[in-house]
């Protein structure tokens, strides 16, 4: 607020219908406010001069927070899945780098999920609609392998005296044949 006159300088609002007051010396004067309902009304100096005021804000905010799921590969598109819950004001802004270029998420649904190819993903940061940022600092780095297998013909083991069949196989180590 900037006042002009004489100080002291008097606020007068509501503050979700409850009258409040600021009495200031200051010719100006930053008021943090809980969301709420705010209706200001009037200011008056030290003289006794009245300004009319009649403004009426509204604000329901939601602290921004910004939570990652642990990686979880999928087979079939070759590609990592990683869930955020977004909380704030939508929209929202993801900052982060895949292999060090930057890159941008714009969403307003505060559940997201990104499937990622094999790569260095540093995710940064999130911004949301009122400007307010959280730090992630999250890093991955996805070196996953597509799965196949193939198994030879069957070669009887004369030494043995058993079958031998060689399994060749490509994904992501251990595996388990069933």
């Known amino acids: 607020f900037a006042f002009q006159g004489n100080s002291p300088f008097t606020l007068n609002y509501l503050e979700n219908a409850v009258p409040r007051q600021l009495v200031t010396s200051n010719p100006a004067a930053k008021l943090l406010l809980n969301n709420g309902t705010y209706s200001f009304q009037s200011m008056t100096d030290a003289t006794g001069c009245t300004s009319s005021l009649n403004q009426n804000f509204n604000f329901n905010y939601n602290i921004i927070d910004a939570t990652l799921t642990t990686p979880v590969y999928n087979c079939d598109s070759n590609k990592t899945l990683v869930h955020f819950n977004l909380q704030g004001n939508a929209p929202w802004i993801i900052n982060y780098t895949f292999n060090g270029a930057p890159v941008q998420i714009n969403t307003s649904s505060a559940s997201v999920d990104l499937f990622l190819t094999n790569g260095t993903y540093q995710f940064l940061n999130v911004t949301d609609a009122t400007g307010c940022n959280k730090s992630i600092n999250q890093v991955y780095t996805f070196n996953y392998q597509a799965f196949s297998s193939s198994i030879s013909q069957q070669q009887y083991d004369c ?12 994904g992501n180590a251990p595996w388990t044949i069933s």
């Open 159 to 170: 030494d043995s005296n058993k079958y031998r069949y060689d399994f060749t196989l490509t």
